[in-house]
């Protein structure tokens, strides 16, 4: 038996590891879209204390910003975390 009880506007994402992301440079090539990735929450967090750049499961690299804003998920990471990948 499942109970499995999903109510749309309330799901979360807080369980996934890696966690997403926004992609919110601008001045990067210019030339695609804005994704959330999927990366390791403290890469993330270092990220956000250094500047470095961290590296998404798709393979980009970016400096990732602070806000919590919404992006739709690149595909390109989904593929590869449904695939098993880790970074
Ligand atoms: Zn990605």
């Given at each position: 038996?499942?109970?499995?009880?999903?109510?749309?506007?309330?799901?979360?994402?807080e369980?996934?590891?890696?966690?997403?992301?926004?992609d919110t440079i601008d001045t990067d090539s210019g030339d695609?879209?804005?994704?959330?990735?999927?990366?390791?929450?403290a890469d993330i967090v270092r990220a956000l204390v250094t500047g470095e750049a961290i590296t998404a499961l798709c393979g980009k690299k970016w400096v990732p910003s602070r806000d919590p804003s919404r992006y739709p998920?690149?595909?390109?990471?989904?593929?590869?975390?449904?695939?098993?990948w880790t970074l």
């Open positions: 038996m499942r109970a499995e009880t999903i109510t749309p506007g309330t799901i979360t994402r369980t996934i590891d890696p966690v997403q992301a926004p695609h879209d804005r994704f959330a990735h999927y990366c390791k929450k998920i690149c595909p390109t990471c989904v593929e590869r975390k449904a695939a098993g």
